[in-house]
């Protein structure tokens, strides 16, 4: 897989869960091991567990999108460049904060190592 089909791959998987909202189709390109790290919360590790992870966050943020700024790929990993928007409208098990209707917006990089051809 080359550079190009790397950033379609990764947008697409940003567009289907935040766009589109349709994480069976952002989850199907994961390997079913995959860990997902986000500080300060332990990883989460496989497909299934992201899901809920997705979901949990769902339920808690409504209104969600996420921008992808920029892609660097080099080898078999990838640096994403993204900005996420929700609006915290309801209640996650992971955050255990209560609902305070306020906008949020994170931006990030996001290092993906491994990637397969």
């Known amino acids: 897989m080359d550079s190009e089909e790397i950033k379609r791959m990764i947008r697409k998987v940003t567009d289907d869960i935040y766009v589109r909202h349709d994480l069976d189709a952002g989850l199907e390109l994961h390997a079913t091991d995959v860990v997902f790290e986000h500080v300060p919360f332990p990883p989460v590790v496989g497909v299934a567990a ?66 397969r051809s």
């Open 50 to 115: 992201i899901r809920q992870m997705l979901e949990d966050r769902g339920r808690a943020y409504t209104e969600q999108q996420a921008d992808t700024h920029s892609i660097l790929v080099d080898g078999d990993q990838a640096v994403v460049h993204w900005t996420w928007r929700a609006t915290h409208t309801g209640h996650s098990a992971a955050l255990n904060v209560p609902p305070t209707g306020k906008r949020v917006e994170i931006n990030g990089l996001t290092l993906i190592p491994g990637l």
